[in-house]
Each structure stands twice: as C-alpha cells, then as structure tokens.
C-alpha cells in the first residue's frame, strides 16, 4: 500500500439533519454514514479531509459537480436522475418513504393526504414523489426539524419522510406522533462519489464490500439501530 504521506485525500459533504444517519453531537459531526465512510476511509487508505464540509442537501451535489467536494454520505437514495450528475457507490442501506402524523390524525395512508398540507425535506425523495401529486399542498423545508416543528405546530397534516428518520424523531422524545400506513417506496442508499474519480468509486465499493464480509458493517449498525428500520 502507499505510505502515510501519499495518501489520496478526499473532501467529504454531508448533510446533518438527517439523524441517525448524519447529525451534530457535541460540534461534531457523527452519525452511522459517517462512521461507515470511515471505516470505509481506514480500509482503503484514504484520508477525510478535516473539517468535513456541512451544507443543505440540495447542495451536495452541486457541490460535488463543482468539485467543493469528492464524495457526499447523507442517506442519499440512489436515482436514476441522480446518476446523470454523480456516481453512487453499491447501495449499502435499504430504506423507504413514510408518513408520519400525529397520534389523534385521522389519515391512514397515501390516499388520505389528498387536500392536506404535508411538510418535507427540500430536494427529497419525498419532495420529489410529493410533488408529482396535484392534491397535496406541500411546505419544503432545508432542515427536517423544521418539517417536524411544522407538523407539531399544526401548520402541516403530515411530515412524509425516510422511514428511519421518521422513528428516530418519534423515539427521540416525541411520542405523540406515530408512522401510519405502509411504506410509499423502497429506496437504496448509495454514497455519492464524482464522476471525475473512478478510481476512488473503486476504492470505496471494494471497502464498502470489505466491511460488509468481515463484519464491521454489522457492528457499526448495531451501534445505530437497534433492529430493522
Ligand atoms: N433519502 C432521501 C433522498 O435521498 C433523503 C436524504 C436526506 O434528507 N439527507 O432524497
């Protein structure tokens, strides 16, 4: 392998609101994607620039295109529109769409959104499904805190979001809202990577694949989910 010193450093985005995955703990930025691209980082020889850079999910992959950033870790779901503009890494989280609301809501699904007002993530998944759907009147917000705030306030019906995220708010102290209805989509993960470095989509696939077969993928899991969500 190449010494310490040439090692290939790359410039790592991530998006933190979207906790378990990525977040702030203490002025740090944690979180299992991050965990995972450094242990991925560790096993290939590569080295994270510091600080890792924080911006809007909508701005990762601009800021990718620009090249501000080699690689971006944020739950991002793999899209075949996503894929004209960067490469995405063998999905390494399975996920899904759905709706959250509060404990008294009368809404039970997809169908019953018709008419409401449902907050969600600007440049999601869930903006995007949403936004195809004319009966729905939908409130975007950068920051998902702020879709759920909208939600407990009362200014939104619903927060449509990845499942995950949506049982991280509810178990982080907020019982009085509940996930109804079947998941809307399955969705994968993938880390996104320029499309100007093919060697390093390399590098992080044969890690990513390290990881998985001698169990450390496992472990960080563990350290994030206590069961399948
Ligand atoms: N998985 C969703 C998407 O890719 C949301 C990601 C996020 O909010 N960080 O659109």
Known sequence: G???SQQEVIKLGADVTFPPFEMMKDGKVTGFDIDLIKAIAAQENLKIADPIQTMDFQGLIPAIQTGTIDVAVAGMTITSAREQQVNFSKPYYHSGLSILVKNDSTIKGLADLKGKTVAVKLGTTAD???SKDQGIKIKRFNNIDDAYNELQNGGAQAVVFDNPVNLNYINTGHSNVKVVGSLLTG?????AVTKQNSQLLQKIND???KLIANGQYEKIYRDYFKSDN
């Open 207 to 209: 890690g990513l694949d």
């Open 187 to 191: 969705e994968d993960y993938g880390i």
């Open 2 to 4: 190449k010494s310490a």
């Open 128 to 130: 995007i499904m949403l």
